[in-house]
């Protein structure tokens, strides 16, 4: 399985979507290729689960024999930590395993191939194929593309995507707050009104939490409405 790449080339006279495909010498020899491109949030985050029915992680899904859903676009990738949460051996111990590797450490198991450096690049200096996740506001430290590749695999075949809440929702959530507060302050004053709207604060984080946590859904009680989005080529 190789990694293929989509982009869009914009110009005053046109929009351009190219992909990027693999050497047909590989091809011809019975290759298959999976589109790896994908798409950070303004910030700059990437948190947008691919929805290529040919993504790289879709295909090696279907190439070992995996059943999966592609997520719909807007759904959110499930991630599992920062950087080395999958075991990783390095190329020469790959190519050594009699010396470097205990016996059968890869027979039966998916195994991607990439650069993935200790030395990491900083947020600041950015780099090639290294990504910040939302686990890097709590460690600081991109994430290697061969490692999101595996997280969208692993989100693929055991269905963690998560659907993102709507405006509606969030919108229902602050109205909901905004009454309930109302409602503390005109029938208590003092401690009691500000210990129940601390109760209150905490109720709706772990409604959050609970949400995300069980039914896959984020609707972060901090987080701003959507402002509207650019524009994004459709996807096959």
Same mark, same amino acid.
């Given at each position: !399985?190789?990694?293929?790449?989509? &982009? #869009? ?28 491109? +994908? ?11 691919? &929805? ?26 499930? +991630? ?13 111990? =790959?190519?050594?395993? *009699? ?6 450490? #890869?027979?039966?198991? @998916? +195994? ?24 890097? @506001?709590?460690?600081?430290? /991109?994430?290697?593309? @061969? ?6 695999? *692993?989100?693929?075949?055991? %269905?963690? &995507? ?8 969030? #919108?229902?959530?602050? /109205? ?8 503390? +302050? &005109?029938?208590? %004053? $003092? ?5 129940? $709207?601390? =109760? ?5 984080? !772990? ?12 609707? %972060?009680?901090?987080?701003? /409405? ?7 080529? =459709?996807?096959?």
């Amino acid at each position: !399985m190789l990694a293929a790449d989509e &982009s #869009l080339v914009t110009s005053d006279q046109a929009d351009q979507l190219i992909r990027a495909m693999p050497l047909q010498r590989f091809s011809d020899k019975g290759a298959r290729a999976g589109i790896a491109s +994908v798409a950070l949030g303004r910030d700059g985050v990437l948190r947008e689960a691919p &929805s290529y029915s040919d993504g790289f992680a879709a295909m090696l899904a279907e190439a070992a024999g995996e059943a999966f859903d592609v997520p719909d676009t807007g759904r959110l990738i499930q +991630v599992f930590g920062g950087p080395r949460r999958y075991q990783t051996v390095s190329y020469y111990q =790959a190519l050594d395993p *009699d010396n470097f590797l205990p016996p059968g450490l #890869l027979r039966g198991r @998916v +195994v991607l191939v990439g650069l993935s450096l200790q030395n990491a690049p900083t947020l600041e200096g950015g780099g090639a194929d290294a990504f910040a996740t939302p686990h890097t @506001v709590h460690d600081g430290r /991109l994430t290697a593309g @061969v490692e999101i590749q595996a997280t969208i695999f *692993d989100n693929l075949r055991h %269905s963690l &995507s998560v659907r993102d809440g709507s405006d509606t929702l969030r #919108l229902g959530l602050l /109205l909901f707050v905004a009454i309930a507060s109302a409602l503390i +302050v &005109s029938n208590n %004053s $003092g401690w009691q009104g500000f210990a129940v $709207g601390l =109760a209150l604060m905490a109720a709706v984080f !772990m409604a959050s939490w609970f949400m995300l946590r069980y039914g896959r859904l984020f609707i %972060s009680p901090m987080r701003r /409405l959507r402002s509207s989005s650019p524009f994004r080529p =459709a996807r096959r």
